[in-house]
């Protein structure tokens, strides 16, 4: 058995690792839970799955969780601060992690799992968009093991050889005669909408995924197809992927969930229903296939296939995303960070939906060469550009 730590347990896919673990009690005890800001859902995970530790990183919340674990019969022993947090997830009690926090919020307890040569269940697809070379660099020289759990990357990584899937960082997908990858996305709620009612698209309209159910943050991101792109920019670093070598495909019924095409015309796809426990339970069995709670597919009720082009005059967030990839880690935390921004503005109603790529775009269009080869420096773009993109924001207001 072994022992798993959660960072991001109350978000959608720490609900899903915990019902796999649920529906494999033999192979997981669940060590430590980190969240953010949901108290009420962490004391409830604690009374479920009782882990020895859990954290949150919000000051207030951790007061709270407290408050309210003194309250009852849990012995679970709350990391009051980022160092100790960090500490543990480093530590001999930790065999596993889920990275599973959304944003550049998960980049330090992801890469100190990493450094300390963990098993990573990779979710939180920022670490590579934000650090990629320095990431897979730390990977190489730790010799922690990664998984992608997104369900593209899981996808494609099913569908690569042994010897690609024992490389990640460094394929060399050309010599064992892959000749493209190709990511599908859904397209999102909007993708028949017509582009002249875009500026009155609300919040409410945009989290309406038609095929998954995700958190808020994550399906604005699908609505403008910047997920994609940031999907994009990992697959990049994963499969060590050139520009001509990553093509991406809108696939609305979500059940293709990404492909490899092979020099001899060969198409190798992984499908399913769209359930991002069949890519968790896919990762948490290793070598070994497991029980993921999810019904099989049945192809007499699958809708038919179709597949479309990316129209980038509806998607301008995945043609931003795809031009930042090649330019470096600088662009990449950039376009992360101002997005981060944008869609909190946009749920707040402070912004329009299309305003979202203009606000990444004037961000990314305005950043002066910094230095990027460390952690540190990076998470110093990352706010320089939330703050560049904050300062934009309140500018339109008050004009």
């Not at 949901?38 to 995970?45: F, G, T």
């Not at 919340?61 to 022993?77: G, I, M």
């Not at 060969?266 to 290793?286: C, E, F, K, L, W």
């Amino acid at each position: 058995m072994k022992n798993l730590a959660i960072l991001g347990a109350t978000g959608s896919i720490g609900a899903s690792t915990l019902s796999v673990c649920q529906n494999n009690p033999e192979l997981y005890r669940v060590k430590l839970l980190v969240a953010s800001k949901s108290v009420d859902k962490m004391l409830a995970l604690c009374k479920t799955f009782n882990p020895d530790y859990v954290a949150m990183s919000c000051p207030k919340a951790t007061d709270e969780l407290a408050f309210k674990l003194s309250k009852t019969d849990c012995r679970s022993t709350l990391v009051k601060n980022e160092a100790e947090l960090l500490q543990l997830i480093a530590s001999v009690e930790i065999d596993c992690v889920m990275a599973a926090i959304v944003g550049g919020a998960g980049l330090k307890s992801t890469l100190a799992a990493v450094k300390a040569g963990k098993e990573i269940f990779l979710a939180n697809k920022e670490s590579l968009v934000m650090s990629g070379q320095l990431f897979i660099d730390a990977v190489q020289k730790s010799g922690a093991k990664l998984w992608p759990v997104d369900s593209e990357h899981n996808a494609i990584y099913q569908a690569l050889s042994p010897n690609l899937q024992n490389s990640i960082g460094h394929c060399q997908l050309e010599a064992e005669g892959v000749s493209k990858i190709l990511l599908t996305g859904s397209g999102g709620p909007f993708l028949n909408k017509a582009l002249s009612e875009f500026p009155s698209i609300t919040p409410a309209q945009a989290v309406k995924h038609p095929n998954w159910s995700m958190g808020q943050k994550i399906s604005i991101d699908s609505a403008t197809m910047m997920n994609k792109g940031l999907e994009y920019i990992e697959a990049r670093w994963l499969f060590n992927a050139s520009r001509e070598q990553l093509q991406v495909i809108i696939h609305p019924q979500s059940v293709i969930h990404s492909m490899v095409q092979y020099i001899d015309g060969s198409v190798i796809a992984q499908m399913g229903n769209p359930d991002m426990r069949t890519p968790i339970a896919h990762v948490m069995g290793g070598e070994k296939r497991i029980t993921s709670g999810v019904e099989n597919l049945d192809f007499f009720s699958s809708p038919e296939f179709s597949f479309i082009a990316p129209d980038f005059n509806r998607y301008p967030c995945l043609k931003l995303a795809i031009d930042a990839c090649y330019e470096g880690q600088q662009a990449t935390t950039t376009l992360n960070a101002a997005n981060e921004v944008a869609v909190e503005a946009f749920l707040n109603g402070e912004i329009q939906f299309t305003q979202i790529s203009q606000l990444v775009d004037r961000v990314l269009q305005t950043s002066k060469r910094q230095s990027n080869s460390s952690i540190e420096e990076l998470l110093l773009i990352d706010s320089d550009a939330k703050n560049r993109a904050l300062s934009l924001i309140r500018r339109e207001i008050l004009c």
